[in-house]
């Protein structure tokens, strides 16, 4: 049975995910992170439905629309023509700076809610712009009433509003989130680097990482609003690695256009060991953002329909602490993949 899965916002990440479902629908194994997960192969994960409001993409067919401006995300597969066609989206004015001035399609959260229900959608993937919290609560409850689960990639912390995590609770259906993390991105860099110096009795005293970036997303992130609030999620993440307060930031710092869907991230900590002699790692990361997205958003889409099914809700969490930078109950990232993996990595 595939796991049918419709997709709010058709961007980069999307893309990537479009592409890659392609990728790996025979047996290729090349860069796949688990091939198995909850007993499901990547080719079990069908595309059934897609909304975006942005004019260029809404109508197009999904193969098309993947590669539509401003995407910017690297082809690396062609696509066969697909049986679904973007619709527009849910608006609640919330529009991202990088639409500003472009003509939008809007949709009512109902005909969300009913074109879920046409397609047979079991998880809605809300993959849209950061910084559209009220948007993104629409699509929830959109993917509710549709009988849907819902899987929040964006940093709009849905899981920190209590009446709509009771009311996925009441329905039985998952709600995990918030805001996907990379495979190798900059948020498990950063952590991996801080857990290695914390196991090695470095006191660590501070840190930062900033990245840079192109691509729409980027281009958003600079926005002061979406920044802060994109930081605050990072920051936190990075922070419960350390077992004692030290001085940290991480988030995006600048936006440059060419760079395309490209990323780089730069750190730096500090620290102490023997005698109070000092310690300093200056490292960069390149990498590029919709890739990194990739087997996370395989891992997670399968393990949230195995629980959706086997009715496990109990195990959401931990399938929120693995791919998400703001679960509801954090865990150092060591912990959160051991657990992850026993359940559901076979
Ligand atoms: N590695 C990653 O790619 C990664 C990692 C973590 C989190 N995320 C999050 O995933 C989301 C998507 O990232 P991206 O790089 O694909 O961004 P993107 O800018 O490339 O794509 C966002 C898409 O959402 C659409 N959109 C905006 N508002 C919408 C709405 N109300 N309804 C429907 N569509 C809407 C835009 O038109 C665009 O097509 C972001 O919130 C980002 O923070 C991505």
């Known amino acids: ?45 069908q595309i059934v439905a897609a909304f975006d409001i942005d004019s260029r993409k809404v109508g ?7 590669f539509a401006p401003p995407n910017v995300a690297k082809k690396y597969v062609s696509i066969p023509r697909s049986k679904v066609t973007v619709r527009g989206g849910i608006s609640r004015g919330d529009v991202a700076p990088h639409l500003s001035g ?32 009220s948007s993104t609560e629409d699509y929830a409850r959109a993917a509710l009433r549709a009988g849907c689960g819902f899987i929040n990639c964006t940093p709009a912390l849905a899981l920190k509003n209590n009446k709509l995590v009771a009311d996925f609770q009441k329905a039985k259906l998952p709600l995990v989130g918030d805001d996907l993390m ?20 470095i006191k660590v005293s501070k840190s930062y990482q900033l990245d840079v970036g192109g691509g729409s997303e980027t281009m958003n992130t600079i926005d002061e609003g979406i920044k802060m609030a994109k930081r605050g999620v990072k920051t936190s993440s990075v922070a ?17 256009d060419y760079m395309g869907n490209d990323r780089t991230s730069y750190f730096w900590f500090t620290g102490s060991t023997f005698m109070e002699s000092g310690v300093t790692v200056d490292v960069y990361l390149r990498s590029s953002d919709g890739a990194n997205a990739g087997n996370v958003l395989f891992d997670v889409i399968r393990a949230t329909y195995r629980c959706m099914k086997v009715g496990k809700l109990g195990t959401v969490g931990e399938i929120c602490a693995y791919g998400f930078k703001s679960p509801p109950r954090p865990m150092r990232h060591e912990e959160a993949f051991t657990k992850f993996a026993a359940l559901y990595v076979r």
């Open 60 to 66: 197009l067919e999904l193969s098309k629309a993947v």
């Open 1 to 45: 049975m595939p796991i049918k899965v419709a997709l709010a916002g058709v961007g980069n990440s999307a893309s990537v995910l479009v592409q890659g479902l392609r990728f790996y629908s025979g047996d290729e194994k090349k860069g796949l992170w688990h091939p198995n997960v909850a007993g499901f192969k990547p080719r079990d994960i």
């Open 240 to 256: 419960e690695e350390v077992p004692y307060k030290f001085e940290t930031i991480a988030g995006t710092t600048d936006y440059v």
């Open 182 to 201: 990379s495979q190798f991105g900059g948020t498990i860099f950063h952590k991996g680097l801080l857990g290695l110096m914390v196991k090695r009795g």
């Open 102 to 133: 472009v003509r939008l399609e809007r949709m009512s959260s109902d005909d969300v809610s009913e074109g879920l229900e046409d397609s047979g959608a079991d998880i809605l993937v809300n993959m849209i712009s950061s910084g559209c919290t």
